[in-house]
């Protein structure tokens, strides 16, 4: 059938990979875990949960008595920010260095574990002053700063779940957030560093705040300097209120379902999705993994994620992965390109760093600047790769373990969701023979297959949808106050299955292949932008009737964005208002989504009942023949769309 055979239709990929004999002979997770997993899944999990320090040690490891509303390690209690930062001072590595911090400007600083406790401690204590109590929500709106990770660890700390709102997105969006989850605090900074300059921050906040007049304090980190607004009695400067507290605070135990984070995504309709992960079993599976796939040795190893705190991947694998196993890592502030090309390779020079791990729209852009500015550093301490946030192109890999690995490195390359909470599919990196572009296999205590349509697990070398057949202990719990939401968006395709829209195949070897979305939500530089989002964008303009809107492949950024557009009766088409749109965009949803190209058309291509057939927009986009026009209204709306397409500007 059709959709399976198009996600099949996958590349021979021959080349291998073995482990290197000494990581393998040393690594942290083995073959067995495999076994011991399918031995007995539970019992696995709850040794996994061991690994962390718990006030009130579980005694049951799943509630799945009400599915799909899971319940892990229901009857423990424990502190998620005790087990990232006090439990290692108190094991005597108080003087080990948690975060290197690189800012874009050249400022550093190296925060110990013991600095680390006590600039928490003061952050939670701020947060006590200011009103902030266990449940109530907390907004979050920062650059890549240490601040970042210490207000996140400041919420965890006193039982304020909190929602980071990433740093690049518009005041409606922030605002959207911030009303959703019901916060009572932000916390800001007055801007950040950039692609070379000071952008500030705190204005998309104080704009956003006009329409959320429940918020009672914002709080100011100092970054950058600039000229700040401000408004007397809400606004809070954070060095001046963390300064004069106690650098002591005793932190309270939470139950394990305790919600610690909500963290939005985007939704094939406009409202943004809150996902929520609550406390035990998130923290279980995000240090197990961050210990298991990146074979981390906190002794020795200086890792870098070069994710932002913005997106799940810095949650889980710059802050509470790392820190939960007493890591050090570097955080990085800016842009691969500031002030050159190099400056990743830079940082992994002075850092000494061991394990990196990135994203394949980082790789190709990196391809694409040329072999030769990496191979001006010393990458020598490199000893793991790993790759997150969409399928990697085989060529890709093969060029990231060369170029950047010195042909000598394992790759990881990982498969998760902001709603798996933690990494789900990956080689393990002292087991693993890898295959570049593969994800291959579900971790120890995973289950994840490929089905066909009809639900049935597809045979190796077919194609499908990628489901997760048993609950994990970091899975979303539910979209924040939508229950049925949670129910029809993941678990109503497959019963009794998850699925998130994302289409894979198995090889011959029964390894996964993810082939990227099968919906309507586009991955652009690794960040998932719903079609529905960028057209009510396009919308909201005064000249602009209707909208579809497609993914279309791009070598650098994954999918760039493509749009067709039907203007307004008295509207005229002009490159100027073309312009104006894709600004447009940029301003409602932020600059990550905004489009490629955009076309204007009479017309778009719809099926009787007025649904617009994006399959066929992609096909035009991508500069295909287009595919099937039999159930379209009006055939002929595809020629005129396809004999407009070479002529419209692209930005590159």
């Known amino acids: 059938m059709s959709s399976n055979e198009s996600l099949a239709n996958l590349l021979k990929e021959e080349r291998r990979f073995a482990p290197p004999a000494a990581l393998a002979a040393a690594a942290n997770v083995t073959a067995d875990a495999y076994a011991e997993a399918k031995a007995d899944r539970l019992a696995f999990w709850a040794a996994q949960a061991r690994r962390l320090n718990w006030a009130t040690e579980p005694t049951e490891t799943l509630d799945w008595s009400n ?49 680390l406790k006590d600039e928490v401690s003061q952050a939670a204590n701020a947060l006590l002053e200011l009103g902030v109590a266990k449940g109530d929500r907390v907004a979050i709106y920062l650059p890549m700063v240490p601040e970042a990770v210490v207000a996140m660890l400041a919420c965890a700390r006193i039982g304020a779940p909190h929602s980071v709102v990433f740093g690049g997105f518009s005041a409606d969006a922030v605002a959207s957030r911030v009303q959703d989850a019901d916060a009572k605090l932000v916390i800001t900074a007055d801007g950040g560093y950039r692609r070379g300059k000071a952008t500030a921050l705190k204005p998309a906040i104080d704009e956003a705040l006009t329409q959320c007049p429940q918020v009672e304090h914002v709080l100011v980190v100092r970054r950058t300097g600039q000229e700040t607004a401000w408004t007397e009695g809400r606004d809070v400067w954070w060095d001046e209120i963390t300064a004069r507290q106690s650098t002591e605070h005793a932190p309270e135990a939470h139950a394990a379902e305790h919600p610690l984070f909500i963290l939005y995504t985007s939704g094939t309709t ?44 810095g949650h889980s694998y710059i802050v509470y992965g790392p820190l939960s196993n007493g890591a050090t890592q570097v955080m990085y502030e800016g842009t691969p390109d500031t002030p050159h090309q190099g400056r990743f390779w830079e940082i992994v020079q002075k850092y000494g760093v061991t394990i990196l791990y990135t994203a394949p729209t980082a790789i190709r852009t990196f391809m694409k600047w040329g072999d030769d500015i990496p191979a001006k550093f010393d990458l020598s301490s490199l000893r793991l790769l790993g790759s997150v946030g969409e399928p990697i192109n085989p060529e890709a890999w093969v060029w990231y373990r060369e170029h950047i690995g010195g042909s000598r490195t394992p790759i990881v390359d ?10 789900m599919i990956s080689p393990l990196p002292g087991v693993t023979e890898t295959k570049p572009g593969s994800a291959q296999v579900a971790l120890p205590g995973i289950a994840a297959t490929v089905v066909d349509d009809e639900a049935h697990e597809v045979p190796d ?41 994302d289409g894979a195949k198995k090889d011959d070897d029964g390894d996964i292949w993810l082939l990227g979305r099968v919906d309507d939500v586009m991955l652009v530089s690794g960040h998932n932008i719903s079609t529905t989002e960028v057209e009510s964008a396009l919308v909201s303009h005064p000249q602009v009737a209707e909208a579809a809107v497609v993914g279309a492949t791009d070598a650098t950024t994954g999918q760039a964005i493509v749009a067709f557009v039907i203007l307004r009766g008295t509207a005229q088409d002009s490159d100027e208002l073309t312009a104006e749109l894709r600004d447009h965009v940029a301003k409602v949803l932020g600059p990550i989504a905004k489009p490629k190209r955009i076309l204007t058309v009479s017309e778009l291509p719809k099926t009787r009942s007025g649904k617009i057939m994006r399959r066929l927009l992609r096909d035009v986009a991508e500069n295909r023949a287009v595919g099937d026009v039999t159930t379209l209204a009006d055939s002929t709306v595809m020629d005129l769309i396809q004999s407009k397409l070479p002529s419209a500007p692209s930005e590159d």
């Open 67 to 115: 599915p799909p509303f899971a319940k892990w390690f229901a009857d423990g209690e424990l502190n998620v920010a005790y087990n990232c930062v006090d439990r290692h001072v108190e094991a005597g590595l108080g003087d080990r260095v948690a975060i290197h911090f690189e800012g874009e400007p050249g400022d550093s600083r190296a925060i110990t574990y013991a600095q």
């Open 270 to 313: 406009g409202k943004p999705k809150g996902i929520l992960h609550t406390t035990g079993g998130y923290l279980t599976q995000a240090s197990y993994t961050h210990n298991a796939v990146f074979d981390l040795k906190p002794e020795t190893d200086v890792y870098w994620c070069t994710a932002d705190i913005g997106w799940v991947t």
């Open 414 to 423: 990982t498969w998760w969701q902001t709603e798996t909470g933690a990494i």
């Open 461 to 501: 070398g077919s194609g499908g949808y990628l489901v997760l057949t048993e609950p994990w202990p970091s899975m979303l719990r539910t979209i924040w106050g939508d229950d049925q939401r949670y129910i029809d968006t993941y678990w109503s395709r497959f019963e009794g299955r998850y699925f998130a829209g």
